[in-house]
């Protein structure tokens, strides 16, 4: 029969694989949330509200806010070896690939910032920057 020190060594490898598990559903849930938030920019229409603009603002202030709490959002997923829970090093491929799920959304909100015509993409959108040049010649009439 197994002796104790075996189940505690047993049990604590399969609460670590639990929680890698748990760590990968956290890395991937903005991916997950990408459909719905898509939905709802299809829903908002293609004008310049304050409903549609609300919900852009929001899609793109919440990469920013996950991305600025990724070590506290993975600490409780760290393995029991880890030294350091909230460290960088600590679950790097999920936190990378939660990163990387941010910057999706990130990407989706500014597409739909550019098709409201928000971002400045064309030639027409800078012409208070350009500088004409000198008149090299005068015509006297």
């Known amino acids: 029969s197994k002796t104790p020190s075996k189940k505690v060594a047993a049990t604590a490898e399969s609460y670590d694989a639990l929680k890698d598990k748990r760590a990968w559903d956290v890395a991937i849930a903005p991916a997950k949330a990408l459909p719905m938030q898509a939905f709802m920019l299809y829903m908002s229409g293609g004008g310049v509200q304050i409903f ?80 004409r040049g000198p008149v090299c010649c005068h015509f006297v009439s």
Not at 87 to 116: A, D, E, H
Request: with cysteine; hydrophobic share 50%.
């Open 52 to 131: 549609s603009m609300g919900i852009v603002f929001m899609l793109l202030l919440s990469p920013f806010k996950n991305v600025a709490g990724i070590n506290d959002a993975f600490a409780q997923f760290a393995p029991s070896t880890a030294k350091n829970p909230k460290s960088i090093t600590t679950l790097p491929l999920q936190k990378f690939v939660y990163l990387l799920c941010n910057l999706l959304t990130l990407g989706v909100g500014l597409w739909k910032c550019r098709s409201m015509g928000l971002l400045p993409t064309g030639t027409g959108d800078w012409l208070a920057f350009e500088t």
